[in-house]
């Protein structure tokens, strides 16, 4: 069971990340430099990516922290990371329309497999 508590953080984490990232760019446009700190605050407050992405940030950490009861964290940690690391690059390409390089593929590729040899680790 503390696996699905893993999977259901790390998604919550990798989404988190993308709404941040999708709340930033439509905020481009926006010099909060120059904005009244209440002016800052609504901006913010009323940008619905970056709020979403703050509540999936928190539930990760409950999530996270139950799997963690259950999971060693020398499993879970590399897990968590390199796994929410494949969900945002496989994002950025195919709806950001970000480029990756030759290199940062074969590391996705070699990420890939370290999860794979994680995952028979726990059932060997």
Known sequence: MGYVFLIVALLFNASANILMK??????????LSVMTPVDKVLTLLT???LMLG???FASNVIFYI????RINLSIA????????????SLFSVYYLKEHLGPLQIAGIV???IGIALLAYNIEG
């Open 110 to 112: 070699l990420i890939a």
């Open 22 to 31: 999708l709340g930033a760019t439509a905020m481009e446009g926006v010099d």
């Open 66 to 69: 139950v799997a963690l009861k």
């Open 54 to 56: 703050l509540v999936l």
């Open 47 to 49: 940008n619905w990516h």
């Open 77 to 88: 940690y590399p897990i968590m990371t390199s796994g929410g690391f494949l969900i945002i």
